[in-house]
């Protein structure tokens, strides 16, 4: 079957039909990895309704190979592993999972499944994909006194023109205010645009496809 993204490309629900499921006998490896430190975190198999609700849950469902049935991740010890992003590899028949864990993954305990040393710290870079999945969060759950569900309900007009105020406040500061000052600034700048991104069903990750391929 022609795949609808690319290998590279986040998946999306219409796109589990594409991928090679009767090579590996109905069954995928899912290699999970820690969203912001990179650690590889456990080794997971999905079959395709494992991975459809995994991709509908945002959280990481498998497929038990010996209790023969989906289970969440974390559904007993609530150590659950949010998703950011499911991708396949080249050849479609094995999974990479980017998760955010809610406690250790090993159900010994440990932070992964392949020793006790816990994931290395994050880069503060790193800190902006957790800023959109919250941001994500927020706007799908509305929780009171949320500003950014306030805003977001506003709609798409009163968002952009927020980034508008916020873009130059960074130019005024840098020209006439401290280092500081455009520090906290463009922090503002940066949340607005990932609010705007979300609001439009876009992902910081596209953003930063498109700046790689132009450096390419």
């Known amino acids: 079957m ?6 590279t490309a986040p998946l999306e629900i219409a796109d589990v039909a594409g991928l090679d499921f009767d090579k590996t ?3 995928l490896p899912a290699i999970v990895q820690h969203a912001e430190s990179g650690a590889v975190l456990m080794l997971g198999y999905m079959n395709p309704e494992a991975l459809r609700e995994t991709l509908a849950r945002r959280r990481v469902v498998f497929f038990s190979r010996s209790r023969r049935r989906l289970w969440e991740k974390g559904e007993t010890s609530g150590h659950t592993l ?14 990479l999972v980017t998760a955010v864990p809610a406690g250790p993954v090993c159900h010994l305990g440990t932070a992964t499944c392949f020793g006790a040393e816990p994931p290395a710290p994050p880069s503060r870079l790193a800190f902006l994909g957790t800023l959109e999945q919250v941001i994500a969060q927020r706007i799908a759950d509305r929780p009171e006194g949320s500003y950014t569900a306030r805003l977001h309900a506003q709609g798409p007009k009163r968002i952009a023109q927020k980034v508008g105020e916020e873009g130059l406040e960074v130019a005024l500061a840098a020209v ?25 069903g876009l992902r910081l990750d596209q953003v930063v496809a498109e700046l790689e391929s132009r450096h390419a």
């Not at 022609?2 to 290998?7: L, S």
């Not at 949010?82 to 999974?95: G, H, K």
């Not at 600034?185 to 949340?191: C, F, I, N, V």
């Open 82 to 95: 949010r998703l950011a992003a499911v991708r396949a590899d080249c050849d479609r028949d094995a999974l």
């Open 176 to 200: 006439a205010e401290t280092d500081d000052k455009v520090i906290a600034e463009s922090a503002d700048l940066l949340y607005h645009l990932l609010l705007l991104l979300g609001s439009r």
């Open 25 to 27: 006998g109905g069954l």
């Open 2 to 7: 022609t795949p609808t993204t690319p290998a």
